[in-house]
């Protein structure tokens, strides 16, 4: 038997009581087309809950004030693997929790049926074969005609897809950072108009650290490359943006503090989106200083060879031309 009440709370009585207006034949019909109509509405109410209740696509969950379950939808039957008939009664949380969750879930639940808002809140669920959903809850108390808080009602939405995914991005964002960071060359992300969006740690060997250098534009680097250096790098860069292909080449640069000269080789890849087009560059710094000291301390001693081997070339020419002199004084004194 339910109990109907109107829009100020009061009880609707099942049977109408005609005490004290049996006299009055006129206010015995207003009081049944009251009642007619108070019935009529929640019986709307109601019908249009229990359809919904049917055919949510979402869970809608009814826990008791000790947080045992009095009811929830086929959705959930569905989703959770269990029908109601099976857990209905039981504790919620020992039910459907693993158990490093219980605490916290309990302590949300302790709140909610306070009337204390805990919108938002994403917690697993396990299933009846095992397996677990992520679902993220909004509650509503319902109270009886005395205002007192009953019962909680859970409304949940399945965003276990949603969670993996997020998982997955945060897995791969830091296999992405470990590898990024390791790399023995500069690596930096910059988008198509030059600016760089990105560096790793490698930086910081010369001096650097990445915070220095995101944000900025590559032609805002002068303190770090020559005016020379600069200007190719910029135009190599423009170019590759255009689609040119750019070989290889070298840019000297030097540390923060102004110690040494460094030598970078620089190999550009074009980035782009998932439509096709360019979005940026990723460029790979290589430090070829060693080989590059190595290059010029081998070019210097090549021409110091030269030189050597020019004087002494000289010099035995010169031995040539005073044997001569000798040869032709002897011959004529003879």
């Not at 504790?91 to 302790?110: C, N, P």
């Not at 917690?123 to 909680?152: Q, R």
């Not at 760089?196 to 060997?205: G, L, Q």
């Not at 040539?320 to 004084?329: F, H, T």
């Amino acid at each position: 038997m339910f109990k109907f009440f109107n829009n100020k709370k009061n009880i609707i009585p099942d049977e109408l009581d005609l005490t004290g207006c049996r006299r009055n034949l006129s206010e015995c019909f207003d009081k049944i087309e009251y009642l007619k109509k108070e019935k009529l509405k929640f019986n709307l109410g109601y019908n249009l809950f229990e359809a919904i209740f049917k055919k949510a696509q979402f869970i809608i969950l009814i826990l008791d004030e000790q947080g045992n379950i009095v009811r929830f939808n086929p959705y959930m039957e569905k989703l959770s693997g269990y029908k109601l008939s099976e857990v209905k009664g039981k504790s919620w949380f020992s039910t459907f929790l693993s158990k490093k969750d219980y605490a916290e879930v309990k302590g949300l639940f302790s709140k909610a049926i306070k009337n204390i808002k805990t919108d938002g809140n994403i917690n697993l669920i396990i299933k009846k074969n095992g397996e677990s959903a992520y679902i993220e809850w909004f509650n509503e108390v319902l109270k009886d005609e005395n205002e007192k808080i009953i019962n909680l009602m859970c409304i949940g939405r399945d965003v276990s897809y949603n969670s993996k995914a997020e998982k997955d991005a945060s897995q791969t964002e830091q296999r992405y950072r470990l590898l990024f960071n390791s790399s023995q060359d500069v690596l930096i992300y910059i988008n198509k108009y030059g600016y760089v969006i990105d560096i790793n740690d490698r930086v910081k060997d010369f001096g650097y650290t990445p915070q220095e250098i995101i944000g900025h534009h590559l032609s805002y680097f002068s303190h770090i490359f020559s005016k020379k250096t600069l200007t190719l790098a910029v135009a190599n860069y423009a170019k590759r943006m255009a689609g040119i292909n750019v070989s290889p080449y070298e840019i000297e640069a030097t540390t923060k503090n102004k110690d040494r000269n460094f030598y970078m080789e620089v190999n550009t890849q074009i980035l782009r989106d998932d439509n096709g087009r360019m979005s940026g560059g990723f460029a790979l710094l290589h430090d070829v200083t060693e080989r590059r000291i190595a290059e010029d301390k081998f070019k210097k001693q090549n021409e110091e060879l030269y030189k050597l081997n020019k004087l002494m070339v000289g010099r035995e020419l010169k031995m040539v031309e005073l044997k001569k002199e000798i040869d032709k004084l002897k011959s004529n004194i003879n």
